[in-house]
C-alpha cells in the first residue's frame, strides 16, 4: 500500500487536517451532505500566509542533532497570524540531521541557520544568538520543547510590547517525561547564605527562571552576557545568580497564558545519543559546577550528579524497539466494549468501507472479565495500530495488574510483553465532555502524550481540545458516520387516531443526569399529557434490554419524534440514525447536532429544561407537516453520510503511521514504565 505524501515531505502534528485548512474541510463535508448547509465554525480558521505579520521577538535555537524535535519545536511558532524570526544556531550537527532540517525548513522565509565548525557550548552559543537577533526581545527555547498555546506568538508579541520595566518573560513550561509543569523560583538570601524558593502564582516576578524557554530583553544580555566558561550546566543560573549578588535582580514576569511542552524522549540513533551525552556530560557539568562554586554556595547545587545520570538513563534507549513493517494493508486493531454498542457499530461501518487499504479486528473489552486476557488479545492481533474507542480503557489494560497476568498467559516476561505492545502505534477517540475538569485533565496528561493522535468527532470538541495547552493538538476531526442501509424510513402509511411516538435511545445507565431520560424527557412527556396531547414514550434502554441492531433499527421505524437532552455527546449517533430514519428531532445542542441539522431542523435546538423541551415536543405533536417537512431535511442532511466520513478515518491512521517519529516506539514504553505500571488496576 502506498502511503500518500505532505507536502513538505515531512509531517510532524499528526493530523488530516487541523485548525489551518477546518473551513475548507467543513465546507468540503457540507457539499457532501456530512453537514449542514448553515454550519459555522467553532473553531477561528487561519488566514493565508500572506497576510501574516512579523512578530516583535525572535526566537534562538541551539541545534545539535536531535533533528526531528528540532523541526517540532520550529514549527510550533510557524503556524500562528504572527510568525517570529527564528535563528537557528547549528553547533555542528551530523551532517544528515543538518539536511533533514535544512530540507524541511527550507521554504520557510523566518528561518536563518549559522552553521558552526564545532560546538561551542550553551553559554557561548546563546550569546551568539543574542548578538545575531535582531529584535529588542529574543525567546531561547531547547530544541526538545514546542509552544503547545494556540496564538502563543501573538501573546507573547503582546507581552512584550507592554513591557516597561522587566527584563524578561517566563513562559509555563510543561516537562511530559515528569507530568508536571516546572516550578517557579526565585533566589533569597538569609543570613548570608543563598538558597531558591518555590513561589506561587501569586507571585508575578520573580527573579530567575528556566533555560528550557525564557524571553529576554537583548540589551540586557547584551551587557550582562552568559559566562563563557559554562558549556553546560549551571549557565542560566549563573546569569541570575550574578545580578542578584550585585543587588539588580533581574525581573522575570510569569507569562500564564502561554505555555510550552519539554519532552525528553529517548533517543537511539549514533547522532542523537551524542547529544544527549553532550547535554548530560557529567565531565562538561563537572567544570562549569566547578567554576559556579568558587564565587556561591556549592548546596544550592546538591544533587547534580544523580540528576545527570538519571537523565542520561532515561534518555538513552537501551535497545531500538522497531515498529512493524506495513504490508500491503494497514492491520487495525479497535478496542470497542461491547458488541452492537455504538463504538461496535461504528467500527462495523467502517469497515465496510476500508476493506480494501486496512484489514481490521476488534477486541472487546465487556466480554472478558479478565484485563490480561483482553490485553493478550490486543497484543496478539499484531496490528500497526491500535484505536481505542474509550481512551480510558488503556489505563485500565495497560496496567502492572494486566501486564503481569499477561506475560504469564503468553509465556512472555513482560519486558517481552511491552516491547510487543510498543511495536505498535496508540491512537484513540474522544466523542464526550468528560475529563475536562484540571485535576482529570492532568490524570490523562501522559495518556496524550504517549498516543500519536487522536481524533475527535464535532468541530466543537476539536475547539475545546485545541485550547487545552496541557495536551497536543487534536490529530483529526471525523463526524461519527451512520448506516443509511440499516436506518432508513418505514413505510409512509398514516396512523389516524393513534397516539404519537416519542423515542430515545441509549443507557440509562450511563449517567442518570447526562442523558435527562428521568430529569428532562420524562418530565416533559408527563406535561404534554397534562395538556390533552395523546402521546406514548418509546423507550429503547440498552441497560434493561439489549437488543440486535436491526431491531432497534424497526423501532425508530415506529418513532414519529426523536428527543436527545443529553450534556454530553453521548447522545450524538443516535440523533443521526434517528435522521437517517427520517424522523425528527428535540435535542440540546451538543456534539455534531449543531452542525448536522438543516436550518429547519436548527430551531428544534432547545435549552435543556423540561419547559423548553415540552414546547418544542408540543409545537411538532400539532403540526403534521411540520414534522414531514423536518424528516424530509434530514434524510437530505444524512445522505451519504459514511462515504465521506471513511476517508477521513484513513487519512488519520496513515498519517499516523507516516508521520510517526523514528523513536517513537521507545517514547511509548518510557511512557508505559513510567505513569502505567505504578499502579496495579483502574
Not at 561 to 573: F, G, H, K, L, N
Amino acid at each position: 500500500m502506498r502511503l500518500p505524501t505532505s507536502e513538505s515531505g515531512l509531517g510532524f502534528n499528526h493530523i488530516c487536517f487541523g485548525v489551518d485548512d477546518l473551513e475548507a474541510e467543513v465546507a468540503k463535508l457540507t457539499s457532501a451532505g456530512a453537514l449542514g448547509r448553515n454550519t459555522k465554525l467553532a473553531v477561528t480558521s487561519m488566514p493565508d500566509t500572506k497576510s501574516r505579520s512579523v512578530a516583535n521577538f525572535d526566537v534562538g535555537v541551539l541545534f545539535y542533532n536531535r533533528a526531528r524535535q528540532t523541526l517540532d519545536c520550529i514549527l510550533s511558532f510557524l503556524n500562528d497570524h504572527i510568525q517570529p524570526f527564528i535563528i537557528i544556531l547549528d553547533q555542528a550537527s551530523a551532517a544528515e540531521q543538518r539536511e533533514l532540517l535544512t530540507n524541511a525548513l527550507i521554504h520557510q522565509p523566518n528561518v536563518r541557520f549559522i552553521t558552526l565548525a564545532k560546538n561551542i557550548g550553551v553559554g557561548p552559543g546563546r550569546n551568539r544568538l543574542s548578538r545575531e537577533c535582531s529584535s529588542n526581545w529574543i525567546l531561547f527555547v531547547d530544541n526538545d520543547s514546542v509552544l503547545n498555546t494556540p496564538a502563543g506568538v501573538g501573546l507573547i508579541s503582546s507581552a512584550v510590547e507592554r513591557a516597561q520595566d522587566v527584563d524578561g518573560f517566563s513562559p509555563r513550561i510543561l516537562n511530559v517525561h515528569e507530568n508536571r509543569f516546572m516550578d517557579r523560583l526565585r533566589i533569597t538570601e538569609r543570613n548570608q547564605l543563598l538558597r531558591f524558593e518555590v513561589v506561587g502564582p501569586d507571585v508575578p516576578i520573580t527573579n530567575m527562571f528556566s533555560g528550557c524557554a525564557v524571553v529576554m530583553r537583548r540589551s540586557f544580555l547584551l551587557n550582562e552576557p552568559y559566562d563563557e566558561r559554562y558549556f553546560v550546566g549551571f549557565e542560566d543560573f549563573e546569569l541570575a545568580l550574578r545580578a542578584f549578588t550585585r543587588r539588580q535582580p533581574m525581573r522575570l514576569r510569569s507569562l500564564d497564558n502561554v505555555t510550552l511542552v519539554h519532552k525528553h524522549m529517548p533517543v537511539i540513533s549514533d547522532p542523537d545519543v551524542a547529544s544527549t551525552r553532550m547535554r548530560y556530560s557529567s565531565p562538561h557539568i563537572a567544570k562549569s559546577f566547578d567554576v559556579l562554586k568558587t564565587r556561591y554556595n556549592e548546596n544550592l547545587f546538591s544533587g547534580w550528579e544523580q540528576w545527570t545520570t538519571k537523565q542520561q538513563e532515561e534518555m538513552i534507549a537501551s535497545r531500538r524497539i522497531a515498529p512493524r513493517s506495513i504490508h500491503d494493508k494497514i492491520n487495525l486493531t479497535f478496542v470497542v466494549d461491547a458488541p452492537n454498542s455504538t463504538s461496535d457499530n461504528i467500527v462495523r461501518t467502517l469497515d465496510q468501507y476500508i476493506t480494501a487499504t486496512h484489514v481490521s479486528t476488534t477486541v472487546y473489552t465487556h466480554t472478558i472479565d479478565e484485563p490480561g486476557q483482553t490485553l493478550r488479545l490486543i497484543i496478539e492481533s499484531c496490528a500497526d495500530v491500535i484505536h481505542f474507542m474509550w481512551r480510558a480503557d488503556f489505563r485500565k489494560y495497560v496496567c502492572a495488574a494486566a501486564v503481569k497476568k499477561c506475560a504469564a498467559l503468553m509465556r512472555l516476561s513482560e519486558a517481552e510483553l511491552l516491547d510487543f505492545l510498543c511495536q505498535s502505534h496508540i491512537t484513540f477517540s474522544v466523542g464526550d465532555y468528560l475529563f475536562l475538569d484540571q485535576e482529570e485533565i492532568s490524570s490523562f496528561r501522559p495518556l496524550y502524550w504517549l498516543s500519536e493522535g487522536y481524533c475527535v468527532t464535532s468541530p466543537k470538541l476539536f475547539d475545546i481540545y485545541g485550547r487545552i495547552s496541557d495536551y497536543p493538538k487534536p490529530s483529526a476531526l471525523i463526524l461519527d458516520g451512520v448506516d443509511s442501509a440499516l436506518f432508513h424510513p418505514g413505510e409512509s402509511a398514516e396512523r389516524e387516531n393513534s397516539s404519537i411516538k416519542i423515542g430515545w435511545v441509549g443507557k440509562s445507565s450511563w449517567d442518570e443526569g447526562a442523558t435527562g431520560l428521568r430529569t428532562i424527557i420524562h418530565p416533559s412527556v408527563d406535561t404534554l399529557r397534562l395538556a390533552g396531547v395523546n402521546v406514548e414514550l418509546l423507550i429503547v434502554d440498552e441497560l434493561e434490554h439489549w437488543r440486535e441492531r436491526e431491531e432497534i433499527a424497526a423501532l425508530y421505524r415506529e418513532m414519529d419524534i426523536y428527543v436527545s437532552a443529553s450534556y454530553t455527546e453521548d447522545a450524538r449517533r443516535t440523533v443521526l440514525e434517528a435522521m437517517a430514519s427520517g424522523i425528527p428531532v428535540v435535542s440540546t445542542r451538543v456534539g455534531v447536532v449543531p452542525y448536522v441539522f438543516g436550518p429547519k431542523q436548527q430551531d428544534f435546538i432547545v435549552d435543556r429544561s423540561v419547559e423548553a423541551f415540552s414546547n418544542a415536543l408540543h409545537q411538532l405533536c400539532l403540526d403534521i407537516e411540520l414534522r414531514r417537512s423536518l424528516a424530509q431535511e434530514n434524510l437530505k442532511q444524512i445522505a451519504n453520510h459514511w462515504a465521506s466520513c471513511a476517508p477521513l478515518w484513513e487519512c488519520f491512521f496513515e498519517d499516523v503511521i507516516r508521520k510517526a517519529h523514528p523513536d517513537a516506539s521507545n517514547w511509548r514504553r518510557f511512557m508505559i514504565d513510567k505513569f502505567f505500571l505504578s499502579v496495579d488496576e483502574l
